[in-house]
T-cell receptor, first 110, second 112 residues
């Protein structure tokens, strides 16, 4: 199956700092999504981004499909950004079998 | 708007007891439905997915089963729980064309 690697596994920031999270995948994909899991376990879909760049407020994501990686940028981080960020991919956009990476644990300190 | 309900939020069950977790989706029709498990640590493991009523695909051989008796209802079951079934169970739905996954709030299951 397709392999998904996320880095770094853990990241600690001071409030206001910027960060970049990386997701590498082992095969071509037509479906790539980023999620945030808050400390209470709730998972929120941030982006559907199999290619190109998208922005939503302080968050943006870029996927370079030909080089098999995606980046999630967090600017001016806030304590509420803490949690685990997951990348998930699928070879075809059938919605049947997204494979998740192990996530990046982000802690933003006040 | 679409919403997903999952219950119970927490559950403590003895080894050997049965399990039934329920998930329902509102505000959409014919969604794909999923059960994921998140064990200690961070990774999410896909357990089952369904593309329609009565259609269940299993990803991992295990002590669990799933059913979809109605279009927007997905049930995770076990006849006899094992200690290794403990974890955080998440239901999700997605739909064409993008299949953005939307998760329920999860059930924390502890098997004692």
């Amino acid at each position: 199956g397709i392999q998904v690697e996320q880095s770094p596994p853990d990241l600690i920031l001071q409030e206001g700092a910027n960060s970049t999270l990386r997701c590498n995948f082992s095969d071509s994909v037509n479906n790539l999504q980023w999620f945030h899991q808050n400390p209470w376990g709730q998972l929120i879909n941030l982006f559907y981004i199999p290619s190109g760049t998208k922005q939503n407020g302080r968050l943006s994501a870029t996927t370079v499909a030909t080089e098999r990686y995606s980046l999630l940028y967090i600017s001016s981080s806030q304590t509420t950004d803490s949690g685990v960020y997951f990348c998930a991919v699928e070879r075809e956009t059938s919605g049947s079998r997204l494979t998740f990476g192990e996530g990046t644990q982000l802690t933003v300190n006040p | 708007s679409q919403t997903i309900h999952q219950w119970p939020a927490t559950l403590v069950q003895p080894v050997g007891s049965p399990l039934s977790l329920e998930c329902t989706v509102e505000g959409t029709s014919n969604p794909n439905l999923y059960w994921y498990r998140q064990a200690a640590g961070r990774g999410l493991q896909l357990l089952f997915y369904s593309v329609g009523i009565g259609q269940i695909s299993s990803e991992v051989p295990q002590n669990l089963s799933a059913s979809r008796p109605q279009d927007r209802q997905f049930i995770l079951s076990s006849k006899k729980l094992l200690l290794s079934d403990s974890g955080f169970y998440l239901c999700a739905w997605g739909k064409a064309p993008l299949y953005n996954l939307h998760f329920g709030n999860g059930t924390r299951l502890t098997v004692t």
